[in-house]
């Protein structure tokens, strides 16, 4: 196991291939690494794989809980990955959560970022999993309550599907990522540590338009919580950007994305 390591945690990461270019692979909540190993079937011999478990996923560690993850910490992570494994310039495969951190990767490398491929990126329309960390402070106590105690949440949950007013889809992917209290707590700790990031749209835009950043985006077209709409806003300002639309749901992108660009290169 390989790990980059510094005071506030430890970020395990796994290399496969021995190419001279690099791809880096971020995964979504509730994932690890593993998750994203389909890509290996596209990795091609001049190729270098590094998959990265995210705090609280996988085997990466953070110390501590009341510190928030910042911009300035990811960036000495990525530079000491990139010392220590030996890299300049590398490419980015994000899915979902792992979307938003390849973006956040990509606004604060983005000259040595050779290309972007983007899975129903999180953090470009925010959503429910990242906008808790703006509430009030007395917020979290009450969240926090829901985490460890979600009978009553549940029940509000499937009161809303049964009147029509929250989909089903949504309800499933919830009561999955919070089924168990350990699954719960991980949750609660990735709102309240990685939440305080929000990229700047504006910068990455620009970044992209400037350095002609060759950007694949994949959406499901029914995935109800990253959705076309949500992204159209940011996608449709980078004249560059690759949008492909699979007929999928969120859960599978990843799989059909892999299909998808397999297809593309043979």
Partial sequence: MKFIQNPSGKLHYQTVGDGEETVLLLHG???SM???KAFSRIRKPNQRYIYIDIFYHGRSQWFDSKK????????????????????????LIGYSMGGKFALLTYELFDSQVQSLTLLAPDGIKTGLWYSISSYPGSFHGLFKGVVFKPHLFFG????????GLLESSIVKFVQTQMETRSKRAQVYFTWRVFGGIHLHLGKIIRQARKNKTPIKLFIGEYDKMITHEN??????KIPQIQEVILPVGH??????????????SS
């Fill in 29 to 31: 909540f509730g994932q």
């Fill in 34 to 36: 593993e998750d994203l």
């Fill in 68 to 91: 928030p993850l910042s911009k300035n910490t990811w960036k000495a992570f990525i530079q000491k990955l990139r010392q220590e494994v030996g890299f300049q310039n590398f490419h």
């Fill in 156 to 163: 509000l949950m499937n009161g809303l599907n049964s009147a």
């Fill in 231 to 236: 992204l159209n806003r940011f996608s449709s």
């Fill in 251 to 264: 859960g599978q992108l990843i799989e059909k994305t892999v299909e998808y660009l397999e297809k593309e």
